[in-house]
């Protein structure tokens, strides 16, 4: 049972423009939703956070959307560069738990 | 936020044998934990490692193929037994959760190959 799916496996965008990457869940007892961006040979950085309770959070070109109704969230990236090329991952968390469940993954290429 | 140390950063091992992960963090923290991300796959938990007792595993991971050892608040180990190409992942241990934004902070992963 997946409980946080990414439908979008690539991605690719040109330089300067924005990057949307989605992200479907199954659980309505998540509290919390993250995004983690990873490179090759490296661990997975974290990125940006979204409580439930709200349905928005921006850190500089970074935009988390929640649509909780929907069970839903997007990570926009405006503008896009190309040092942001990698793999991000969803990700959600049951805060009494404290155990990430991640989702697929969306390998994102951005073109200079 | 917690820098942690991960060695070794990449291994071919040979199938049968076992291989030991290490995880050095630099500051003490309660919970460690241990995830495993197969070829083209996403991160799965292994086990959550609390120091002065058993680490707790997730359905479908036990003990005896994944020892982990939590000695004390800054280091931990996870060992990989009898080793089979279906192993072959990158293997990564996390710290953190708390705070604000539950921002985790991962390894930079052990890459391991069963050959």
């Known amino acids: 049972d997946q409980q946080v799916k990414q439908n979008s496996p690539s991605l690719s965008v040109q330089e300067g423009r924005i990057s949307i990457l989605n992200c479907d869940y199954t659980?309505?007892?998540?509290?919390?939703f993250l995004w983690y961006k990873k490179y090759p040979a490296e661990g997975p950085t974290f990125l940006i956070s979204i409580s439930s309770i709200k349905d928005k959070n921006e850190d500089g070109r970074f935009t988390v959307f929640l649509n909780k109704s929907a069970k839903h969230l997007s990570l926009h990236i405006v503008p896009s560069q190309p040092g942001d090329s990698a793999v991000y991952f969803c990700?959600?968390?049951?805060?009494?738990?404290?155990?990430?469940?991640f989702g697929g993954g969306t390998r994102v290429l951005v073109k200079p | 936020s917690a820098v942690i140390s991960q060695k070794p950063s990449r291994d071919i091992c040979q199938r049968g044998t076992s291989l030991t992960i290490q995880c050095q963090v630099d500051?003490?923290?309660?919970?460690m934990f241990w995830y495993r991300q197969q070829p083209g796959q996403s991160l799965t938990l292994i086990a959550t490692a609390n120091q002065g007792s058993e680490a707790t595993y997730e359905s479908g991971f036990v003990i005896d193929k994944f020892p982990i050892s939590r000695p004390n608040l800054t280091f931990s180990t996870l060992t990989v037994s009898n080793m089979s190409p279906e192993d072959s992942s990158i293997y990564l241990c996390?710290?953190?959760?708390?705070?604000?934004?539950?921002?985790?902070?991962f390894g930079s992963g052990t890459r391991l190959t069963v050959v």
């Open positions: 996390s710290v953190g959760g708390g705070g604000q934004n539950y921002g985790y902070t």
């Open positions: 500051s003490q923290v309660t919970m």
């Open positions: 990700a959600a968390i049951v805060a009494a738990g404290n155990k990430l469940t």
């Open positions: 659980n309505s007892m998540f509290d919390y």
